[in-house]
């Protein structure tokens, strides 16, 4: 898969831009906030996915991996293809789209061109258990990777007393505001646990 593209911005239409990339120009689908950070005859960089289908491939490219992987996984809940996806992340940023799933908002995902309350209804229990937290801090003040690696320990078998001290560690090793990727957090939560049998 490509998952990324750098090269000279050539040409921005309404729906998508293309790069130059050593000699080969790439059209990249993409959202208009997306769109609007790019400017001709500079170097940019994008993520992307690339969608095949029977008759065509297309290739989506986004401002950051956080929106790509949100694109992605809205298209595995039944009726999403990338046409409704790209459409959703035209209207919600990454978090706001995460939050609305995870809220069962059905107002926020029914704004979207396209999407119905059915349509909103079926991504909501499809998709609530996989999108994580929205903001960064959760409602009772911890910080949202502290939550997602506790209940990702859980999952796995873990009691609430070991999760809570394996995340304690990961913490304690922590410089002072840093926000830790999740997989990584997760990764150490583990290791910690392994190294206190």
């Known amino acids: 898969m490509i998952a990324s593209l750098r090269g000279t911005v050539v040409a921005v239409q309404l729906d998508g831009a293309v790069l130059d990339?050593?000699?080969v120009?790439?059209?990249?689908?993409?959202t208009p906030g997306t769109l609007a950070t790019l400017?001709?005859?500079q170097e940019s960089t994008v993520s992307t996915t690339l969608v095949v289908r029977e008759d065509s491939m297309t290739l989506y490219g986004f401002g950051s991996a956080e929106e790509r992987d949100m694109f992605e996984l809205v298209q595995t809940a039944s009726g999403i293809g990338p046409k409704v996806a790209l459409a959703m992340l035209s209207v919600l940023d990454p978090d706001r789209l995460r939050s609305a799933i995870a809220q069962s908002d059905l107002a926020v995902l029914t704004?979207?061109?396209g999407i119905g309350r059915k349509g909103?209804?079926?991504i909501v229990v499809e998709l609530k258990d996989r999108v994580g937290l929205a903001?960064?801090?959760s409602a009772t003040g911890a910080p949202a990777w502290r939550e997602q690696v506790h209940e990702a320990l859980l999952g796995l078998g873990w009691s609430a007393r070991d999760a809570e001290s394996a995340v304690d560690a990961v913490a304690a090793g922590l410089t002072d505001g840093a926000e830790p990727e999740v997989a990584t957090a997760l990764r150490?939560?583990?290791?910690?646990?392994a190294r206190s049998r």
Do not use: H, K, M
């Open 188 to 193: 150490d939560a583990l290791r910690s646990l």
């Open 120 to 122: 909103a209804e079926r």
């Open 39 to 41: 400017r001709l005859g």
């Open 111 to 113: 704004s979207v061109p």
């Open 135 to 137: 903001t960064t801090t």
């Open 25 to 30: 120009g790439y059209f990249v689908r993409s």
């Open 21 to 23: 990339v050593s000699g």
